[in-house]
C-alpha cells in the first residue's frame, strides 16, 4: 500500500492499494471491513422489512374504527345541515304568520283562513329552505307526504303545528286555537312542545302588557343516509328534529277596555274567549267605560 501526501503537510491519502504476497495482511483487512458493510446493510434491511410489516398490521387493526369515524361524521354533517334548515323554515314560516290572524276561522276548516295558510307557508318554506331536498309540498292538506314511514307501516312522526297568544299583563290570557292547549297540529302527528307555562316563562316582564304571537313548530323525522349499521344500532329509526319561532302578532292581541269602578280603575279583558270575561261585565260595580 503506497502513501501519497495531499496539499496540505502531514496529511496522507491513499494513493493506491497494491494487494502483496500470501503473508500480506491488507487482503485480509480490506475483506473483513467488506464483510462488515454487507452484514450492516442486511441488517438494516430485515429491519426495514420488520418495521413496514408491524405499520401494516397496526393500520389493518386501525382502519375500522378510522372508516367508523369518518362515516359518522359525514352522517352527522348531514343531519346538522338538514337541522339548519328546519331552523331556518320555522323562522320564514313565523314571519309569513305574524302579519295573518289566527283570531279568525278553526284548524278543521277547509276553507282559507290563519291555520292552512300557516301550514301551507311552513311547507313551502322547508323546501325554500332545503333546497327541495324537503318536499312536503303541494297542499296543505297532503299528510301522505310528510313522512315516507306512512309506506312502511312505522308511525309517522314528522307534523308542522301552529299556535297564538293573546297576552295581558305579559301573561297568556287567550290560546289560539281557543281551548287547545296542544295547538293546531297539521296532520295530528305531534303535539306542541310548549305549554302555556312555558310561554309565560319566556315573557320579558318589562314587555307591553297588551300583545299577542304566533308560535310555528315544525318536527322533522331525519332518517339516516348511509344507513351503516353501527349508527342505526344507537338510533334506528332516526332522530325528530324540533325547531319553533315565535313571532309578534297584533292579531292576538286581546281587546282590553277600561272600566270604572266605584273606589278604583281596572283594565279587564273584553276578549270573549277570556273565561273571565262574562264575570267582569255581570259585576254591578262597574259603571261603564271610562272618558
Known amino acids: 500500500m503506497e502513501l501519497a501526501y495531499g496539499a496540505e503537510p502531514g496529511i496522507p491519502r491513499i494513493s493506491s492499494i497494491c494487494v502483496g504476497g500470501p503473508n500480506d495482511p491488507w487482503p485480509f483487512f480490506i475483506m473483513r471491513i467488506t464483510n462488515l458493510f454487507e452484514i450492516g446493510s442486511l441488517q438494516r434491511k430485515r429491519r426495514g422489512r420488520k418495521s ?6 397496526e393500520f389493518t387493526l386501525m382502519l375500522p374504527i378510522l372508516l367508523m369515524l369518518l362515516s359518522g361524521l359525514i352522517e352527522f354533517g348531514f343531519l346538522l345541515n338538514t337541522y339548519l334548515d328546519v331552523i331556518d323554515a320555522a323562522r320564514e314560516a313565523a314571519r ?10 278553526l284548524p278543521s276548516d277547509l276553507t282559507p283562513n290563519f291555520w292552512n295558510r300557516a301550514w301551507l307557508n311552513s311547507r313551502g318554506s322547508l323546501f325554500t329552505a332545503s333546497d327541495g331536498r324537503i318536499n312536503w ?9 310528510l313522512d315516507h314511514d306512512l309506506l312502511d307501516g312505522e308511525e309517522p312522526k314528522s307534523d308542522i303545528v301552529i299556535s297564538g297568544f293573546g ?31 312555558d310561554i309565560n316563562a319566556k315573557m320579558d316582564p318589562s ?5 299577542g304571537a304566533v308560535l310555528v313548530e315544525i318536527y322533522y323525522e331525519y332518517e339516516w343516509l348511509l344507513g351503516l349499521p ?19 302578532n297584533t292579531y292576538a292581541e286581546p ?16 276578549d270573549p274567549a277570556d273565561p273571565s270575561y262574562p264575570a267582569h261585565m255581570a259585576h254591578g260595580d262597574y259603571l261603564g267605560t271610562c272618558a
Do not use: E
Open 52 to 57: 413496514a410489516g408491524q405499520s401494516l398490521v
Open 96 to 105: 309569513f304568520a305574524a302579519n295573518d290572524d289566527p283570531t279568525i276561522g
Open 137 to 145: 309540498m303541494p297542499g296543505w292538506s297532503d299528510c301522505a307526504v
Open 167 to 197: 297576552f295581558l299583563n305579559n301573561t297568556v290570557k287567550t290560546r289560539f286555537p281557543v281551548g287547545d292547549d296542544d295547538g293546531a297540529s297539521n296532520c295530528g302527528y305531534q303535539q306542541s312542545s310548549l305549554s302555556t307555562a
Open 207 to 211: 314587555s307591553v302588557d297588551n300583545s
Open 230 to 248: 353501527w349508527i342505526t344500532m344507537i338510533a334506528p329509526d332516526g332522530i325528530v328534529l324540533h325547531a319553533y319561532t315565535i313571532m309578534p
Open 255 to 270: 281587546d282590553v277596555v277600561t272600566l270604572c269602578h266605584v273606589a278604583t280603575v281596572q283594565t279587564i279583558s273584553m
